[in-house]
C-alpha cells in the first residue's frame, strides 16, 4: 500500500493518483457532512469542490461519494447522515454544528458499522476508535497571536488595549484558537506591556460580532485593537470601525480562513493578517484517509502524525494534521495567489487595484 504523507499533498492533488488501487480495493461510499454556509464561506468555496476532486483524482466515481451541507441545522445534518448511511455509505466525515449532535451522528454511524473521521472540529464525546484531520488549531492561534503583537508594532500602537473576540465556545477549535493566541498574548498581558481589556462570549456569526465589538467599544474608549478569530467576524469589526471614520493601520484586526473579504482588507490596511489553511491540503488528507479506512486498511503513520486529546472521553484520538500560515501583504501573492486560492481579478477588483499593485499582486 502506498505510504502517501500528509505534507505531501500539492494544489494540483496529483498525490492522489497514488492511491487509485486504494480506492479500487474500496466497498460503499463515503459520506461527507459540512456544517453550513455562513459560519465561513470556505464550505462552499472551496472543502465542497476540494473533496470532491481529491476522490476523482484518486478514481472514485461520482456515485461513490456524497458531499452535503446541512445549512446550520443540526437535524438536516442528522438526516442527511442516516440517508447516506442508508444509502451505502461506510466513511463518514463529519464537520459537526455542535458536539453532542455530532457525536450522536458518529455513533449511529459506527452502530451501522460505518467508520467516522472528525473533518476539521474534533466531536468532543465522540467514538474512541475515530480519526481527526484539521490544521493545528493551536498553531492557527499561535499565528493569530503573533500576527496581533507584529501588527502592533508595525502600526505604532503605542499603548495596546485589546479586546479578544472568541470564537463559539462549542466549537473545540475556537478552543483551540484561543489557548494558541494566548499563549502568546498572556506573557504581555502579565508583564504589563498591553491590557486585555475584556473577553466577552465568542461566535461565528458575524452580526453577533458585531453587535458585541460595538457594545464593548461604546463600553471601553481605551480599545484600540482587537483578536478576532476568523475573517468573517473581522470584516464585521471592520465594518463598524470604517462607519466611525477610523483610518487605515490604525486599530489592528486579525483573522483566517485568507477569505477574498479578508484579503482585501489586510492589502487596504484594515486587517493585520489571516491564518491561511490551504484548504486542499485537508481535503486531500480527509479523502486519503477515508479511501484507506473505505478500503478496510490501515492507514500509514506518515497520513497520521499526530493525536489529539479528547478531554470528554479521555482518549487521544488518531489524527492528521496540515500546516497553516500566516498571510500578510509580504507573503500573499506567493502563497494565495500562487495556490490559486483566490484569482487576482477578484483579489485586485475595484478600489483594491492600488493596494494589489504596491503588493506586488497582479
Known amino acids: 500500500m502506498p505510504q502517501i504523507n500528509a505534507a505531501a499533498f500539492t494544489s494540483d492533488f496529483s498525490p492522489m493518483k497514488q492511491l487509485t488501487g486504494v480506492a ?11 456544517p453550513d454556509t455562513t459560519t465561513s464561506t470556505r464550505y462552499v468555496q472551496y472543502d465542497a469542490p476540494y473533496l470532491a476532486k481529491a476522490f476523482q483524482t484518486a478514481g472514485l466515481t461520482s456515485d461513490q461519494f456524497m458531499i452535503q451541507n446541512a445549512h446550520g441545522s443540526a437535524s438536516t445534518m ?17 464537520d459537526p454544528l455542535d458536539p453532542g449532535s455530532g457525536a450522536a451522528i458518529e455513533a449511529k454511524a459506527q452502530a451501522a458499522g460505518a467508520q467516522v473521521i472528525d473533518y476539521d472540529r474534533l466531536v468532543t464525546g465522540g467514538p474512541a476508535n475515530r480519526y481527526y484531520v484539521s490544521f493545528n488549531n493551536v498553531k492557527v492561534g499561535e499565528l493569530i497571536g503573533k500576527g496581533e503583537v507584529d501588527c502592533i508594532s508595525k502600526w505604532n500602537v ?45 461566535t461565528w456569526t458575524p452580526s453577533v ?46 483573522g483566517q480562513d485568507a477569505s477574498l473579504p479578508g484579503l482585501q482588507n489586510i492589502l487596504t490596511g484594515y486587517q493585520c493578517g489571516t491564518v491561511y ?18 478500503a478496510g486498511v490501515q492507514p500509514p503513520l506518515t497520513l ?27 507573503n500573499m ?30
Open 158 to 202: 503605542a499603548k495596546p488595549n485589546i479586546l479578544i473576540m472568541n470564537g463559539d465556545p462549542t466549537d473545540n477549535n475556537a478552543k483551540l484558537f484561543a489557548q494558541g493566541y494566548h499563549s502568546v498574548l498572556d506573557p504581555k498581558f502579565s508583564d504589563g506591556s498591553y491590557v486585555k481589556v475584556a473577553e466577552p462570549a465568542g
Open 24 to 34: 479500487s480495493k474500496g466497498k460503499g461510499k463515503i459520506g461527507v457532512l459540512l
Open 78 to 94: 442528522q438526516t442527511q447522515a442516516d440517508a447516506m448511511i442508508t444509502g451505502g455509505a461506510t466513511v463518514l466525515l463529519v
Open 304 to 330: 497520521v502524525n499526530a493525536k489529539t486529546q479528547d478531554s470528554k472521553i479521555g482518549k487521544a484520538i488518531a489524527s492528521v494534521y496540515t500546516v497553516p500560515i500566516w498571510v500578510t501583504t509580504e
Open 209 to 254: 460580532a458585531a453587535t458585541t465589538f460595538q457594545q464593548q467599544w461604546t463600553a471601553h474608549k481605551n480599545i484600540n485593537a482587537v483578536v478576532t478569530p476568523n475573517d468573517d467576524n473581522a470584516n464585521a469589526v471592520i465594518a463598524v470601525l470604517k462607519s466611525n471614520k477610523v483610518p487605515a493601520k490604525k486599530f489592528p484586526t486579525t
Open 333 to 362: 501573492n506567493n502563497t494565495v495567489v500562487k495556490d490559486g486560492a483566490v484569482t487576482k481579478d477578484k483579489l485586485c477588483a475595484g478600489d483594491v487595484a492600488s493596494a494589489c499593485k504596491a503588493a506586488g499582486i497582479g
Open 277 to 294: 489553511k490551504p484548504i486542499y491540503l485537508e481535503a486531500q488528507a480527509a479523502a486519503a484517509l477515508a479511501l484507506f479506512l473505505r
